[in-house]
């Protein structure tokens, strides 16, 4: 049986040593040592919701900002331009409503429904050309 290929320095997940190798990575996908150590106390010491308002918050809060400034500028984007999801489906819905929104009038009347909703209206061409190239190719 072939072992699969260490990655960059990086050891074998043990859950892929001495079985088979696997390919579908789309629902689990074996966590780099690194992010676990980087991850290690928020899901021990600093657990709270970041978007809470209580003590316990502050710590994951300034992590998250931390983090969308990092991947913002990995990517070339600004940090309020992220959205942070929980998973795929999560992710996938998103993608659908903003999709949609971009097909339909936007009214708002909250101010910052009516800035969202102003920036919609901007990359709506953008957003329906995407759309229309995505549903040609299936």
């Keep these: 049986m072939r072992h699969p290929v ?3 320095g990086l050891p074998t997940p043990s859950g892929l ?3 088979p190798i696997n ?3 789309n629902a689990t996908t074996p966590v780099d040592p690194r992010v676990i150590e980087a991850m290690r106390p928020y899901l021990t010491t600093h657990f709270g919701n970041p978007s809470s308002s209580h003590h316990y918050a502050e ?3 300034r992590a998250l900002a931390s983090a969308r400034q990092q991947v913002a500028r990995l990517i070339g984007a600004a940090p309020d331009e992220l959205v942070f999801t929980g998973n795929g489906s999560e992710a996938d819905s998103l993608a659908i409503h903003g999709t949609i929104s971009a097909h339909r009038p936007l009214t708002a009347v909250h101010p910052a429904r009516r800035a969202r909703a102003s920036d919609l209206r901007e990359r ?3 957003l329906i050309a995407l759309a229309r190239d995505r549903a040609r190719r299936g």
């Design 17 to 19: 040593r001495d079985g």
């Design 6 to 8: 260490q990655r960059a």
């Design 124 to 126: 709506r061409p953008r």
């Design 23 to 25: 390919l579908d990575y």
């Design 59 to 61: 710590q994951p809060r």
